[in-house]
């Protein structure tokens, strides 16, 4: 235990000073080599594990030139580990996925080699099913009492549902992991984008964990990017244009339609912002239907949030009001605002790609903006710059 705290203490450490830890990687990194490599019994599995986790961050920390030699050291033990057979509730797992994510943003395209190994347990951690147990709410087998800590329990209507958060949080890891190598690798991540897309894409609607969803949600315009960039420096592999056409009829109506049946107001913040960037990096791919879909439930985003903002409202006449209550009604208000924001950011996005095409549909829009109009003012003065700036004279 004293050991796994010192390796805790010394990544962070390293993760603090970063450059300026040079000074002391060759005296620390045989060290955390050697622990790697020899504490291999099931007593030590935490002991690998936070060795394996100390190890990347001091690479993170001292950057490609410095690791590069004990890198792929590193990698032939985390390559010879990921092939063993671990036991279930081997932490390894989980801290090797966030180890592969660090030595990628490390080596950046140096990387790529090593991806054929990392992709197929990573893509087996994302499609995970969730393990889930339903009783009654008032059955003799209650679950809470169960000694298994990993369990949570909701209790809806008269079900009582258990959910095994370990199972969960390894899909998490695992999805935000693939977010990070599409972001990080761009182009080269192009070969596994025709398996990741269908595993991360559903994931928009995993009701059971929001950090799958966020991961999920924030992969999908580093997918469109990598894929469009791929085809551009042509490393498609025969691929043209209308592989980003398909990719972005895939991804575009799927976070639409996540959107409209999301009910956390930070996350759909993050739906629209993706959305935004899919509008931008897919620019004219996007259709006439798909761009009447986005703005049909932009109008619900915005009846939606203006129906929230008049409830608080009545939350705050109450009696029992108190400062609590007041600090949490500012976050969601806060929340709101982002929410407001990133539609303000996509008109501009439509109005620059579309011009004088996407007049009629803005105009629709226009009475929903009015409650918006004093958190948007400074965005929908830039939309009407970008409106005389873009579409023809005939405007005015």
């Not at 990741?196 to 924030?218: D, M, N, Q």
């Not at 759909?268 to 239907?289: H, K, P, R, W, Y």
């Not at 990133?342 to 629709?364: D, H, M, N, R, Y």
């Amino acid at each position: 235990m004293v050991q796994e705290g010192a390796l805790t203490a010394l990544a962070s450490v390293a993760d603090s000073s970063q450059e300026h830890f040079q000074k002391y990687y060759d005296a620390v990194m045989p060290y955390l080599k050697t622990i790697l490599v020899n504490a291999n019994d099931k007593a030590n599995c935490m002991l690998r594990a936070k060795s394996m986790e100390c190890i990347s961050l001091v690479g993170m920390a001292v950057g490609k030139d410095k690791f590069r030699d004990d890198a792929k050291q590193v990698m032939d033990v985390l390559m010879s580990l990921q092939g063993s057979q671990m036991e279930s509730d081997d932490p390894t797992t989980s801290y090797m996925l966030q180890a592969w994510a660090r030595l990628c943003k490390c080596l950046g395209q140096d990387f790529l080699p090593y991806m054929s190994v990392v992709m197929p347990p990573l893509l087996q951690s994302a499609q995970l099913k969730p393990d889930v147990t339903i009783t009654s709410a008032d059955s003799d087998n209650d679950i809470d009492d169960t000694d298994d800590e990993s369990m949570e329990t909701i209790t809806l209507g008269d079900k009582r549902i258990g959910i095994k958060t370990s199972v969960l949080e390894e899909k998490a890891t695992a999805c935000n992991m693939l977010c990070c190598y599409a972001d990080e690798l761009k182009e080269g991540f192009f070969p596994w984008i025709d398996q990741v897309a269908p595993t991360l894409v559903p994931l928009l609607k995993f009701y059971f964990h929001e950090e799958v969803r966020k991961a999920a949600v924030s992969a999908m315009p580093e997918l469109l990017r990598s894929a469009k960039l791929a085809v551009e420096k042509g490393l498609a592999q025969g691929r043209n244009e209308s592989y980003i056409k398909q990719l972005s009829d895939y991804i575009i109506p799927a976070l639409v339609e996540a959107l409209h049946k999301e009910p956390d107001t930070e996350i759909c913040a993050s739906m629209l912002d993706a959305l935004n960037e899919c509008l931008q990096i897919s620019g004219t791919f996007v259709d006439e239907n798909q761009v009447r879909s986005i703005v049909d439930e932009i109008k619900l985003v915005i009846t939606a949030s203006s129906s929230r903002k008049r409830e608080r409202a009545e939350r705050a006449k109450v009696e029992d009001f108190d400062a609590e209550e007041s600090e949490l009604i500012k976050e969601e208000n806060e929340q709101e605002e982002d929410v407001f924001d990133q539609v303000g950011e996509i008109l501009g996005t439509l109005i620059k790609t579309f011009k004088a095409s996407f007049l009629p549909l803005f105009e629709e829009l226009s009475s929903y903006l009015t409650p918006m109009w004093v958190s948007l003012f400074p965005r929908l003065q830039l939309l009407f710059r970008a409106l005389l700036h873009n579409v023809d004279v005939q405007i005015l």
